[in-house]
């Protein structure tokens, strides 16, 4: 009898997990197996570095830079660390406001907040579930005060548009800033506008936990560097500005470093999953993916857009046929009881998109016939 190795029986462990009582479920991430990080665990063992922006850490930020384009990174301990940074150091002084959709995860709206700034919601497009550089000159027409900054929030792993907001900037003059949480594989190039990203385990390039800044202006990375280590700017351990602890250990350089190392792999199977999906929903289904998903960039909580009037149903399919599903940004900023006060602009696409965008089942233990189950169940 053939025994299965350590990957071999952890798959299948999970797949009986996943498929336990016939559920199917709808995310489960998957690191680096032990024996996937071990060398880079013994490298740590040999340095006896464990923090402190040791050699696993800068190699991995120098991996990751070269991935996205970026000329430059600092590594963060979580993606709303990294969105926190950057607006502490881009943000204009004396300015209360910084635009935000209301639809994204909450993190963004604690972000600005921990920043020191008042989020001001604005609605996003139906067809690319962001804020557009058009609705927000829109909202600067309607304000009698300039905002200290932009907060411009990539829809579940969709590239940025740098290149629009780039312009944006130049002509208004308000700083913009990108939280890209999930788009760490999609993006290929990095501006001087910085793109803020998360490296939680459910992203396509997850470590556990951790973030990172990406930017093409090297003092802006310095400073965000210095932020995350108690503001030690150059090698003099002088506190220059005010900042904080919010590095990464040797041990998430160690799993980033394997992550990266396996990343074509992961890559390849999102894209069958992602292929999967829209075949089946190209055969007469009115259920739609996001704009380009798949094309240009792929992530790991895909979402389908449902017609109006199919909601309820589709929503009693999947429950009925044991697929889970999520809203994985719930319904807005401001339904969440911390932030129903802030000041905020006409919502009215948040408040009909938030309702159809519907989390799929998405992840590596999906078989085929799985994928016809749940695409069954939509309109």
Request: charged share 20%; net charge neutral; hydrophobic share 40%.
């Amino acid at each position: 009898m053939r025994l299965c190795s350590l990957s071999e029986c952890s798959t299948d462990l999970r797949y009986r997990a996943n498929m336990s009582n016939g559920k199917i479920k709808v995310l489960i991430p998957q690191l680096p197996t032990a024996d996937a990080i071990l060398p880079y665990l013994r490298r740590i063992d040999e340095k006896r570095t464990y923090s402190n922006y040791g050699p696993l850490a800068t190699e991995f930020r120098d991996r990751l830079s070269a991935l996205t384009g970026a000329a430059g990174a600092t590594l963060t301990s979580n993606g709303t660390t990294a969105i926190e940074v950057v607006l502490r150091i881009r943000a204009r002084p004396g300015a209360r406001y910084c635009l935000m959709p209301s639809y994204t995860f909450i993190a963004s709206a604690h972000a600005v907040c921990n920043a020191g700034l008042t989020p001001y919601l604005l609605d996003v497009s139906e067809q690319t579930l962001t804020l557009t550089p058009e609705l927000a000159r829109a909202a600067l027409r309607e304000l009698d005060e300039q905002p200290a900054a932009v907060l411009v929030v990539s829809a579940f792993g969709a590239p940025p548009d740098q290149a629009a907001w780039q312009a944006f900037e130049e002509e208004t003059g308000v700083p913009v800033v990108f939280d890209a949480a999930a788009a760490t594989t999609s993006i290929k190039s990095v501006g001087r506008q910085p793109l803020c990203v998360s490296l939680h385990a459910t992203k396509a390039l997850g470590i556990g936990e951790g973030g990172a800044i990406l930017c093409s202006d090297k003092e802006l990375i310095e400073r965000a560097s210095a932020i995350t280590g108690f503001g030690f700017l150059g090698a003099e351990r002088v506190s220059a500005i005010r900042a904080g602890n919010y590095r990464i250990s040797e041990y998430a350089g160690a799993v980033g470093l394997a992550v990266l190392d396996a990343l074509p792999e992961r890559l390849a199977e999102l894209q069958r999953l992602t292929d999967g999906y829209r075949a089946r929903l190209d055969s007469g289904k009115r259920s739609r993916l996001q704009e380009h998903v798949g094309e240009n960039w792929l992530t790991m909580t895909l979402n389908v857009i449902l017609p109006t009037d199919s909601v309820t149903q589709t929503i009693s399919r999947l429950d009925e046929e044991q697929v889970e599903w999520r809203r994985w940004w719930g319904f807005g900023c401001h339904k969440h009881p911390a932030f129903a006060d802030l000041p905020r602009g006409d919502l009215t696409t948040t408040e009909s998109i938030s309702h159809r965008v519907i989390g799929l089942p998405f992840h590596n233990l999906l078989s085929d016939v799985d994928l016809d189950r749940i695409v069954r169940c939509l309109p």
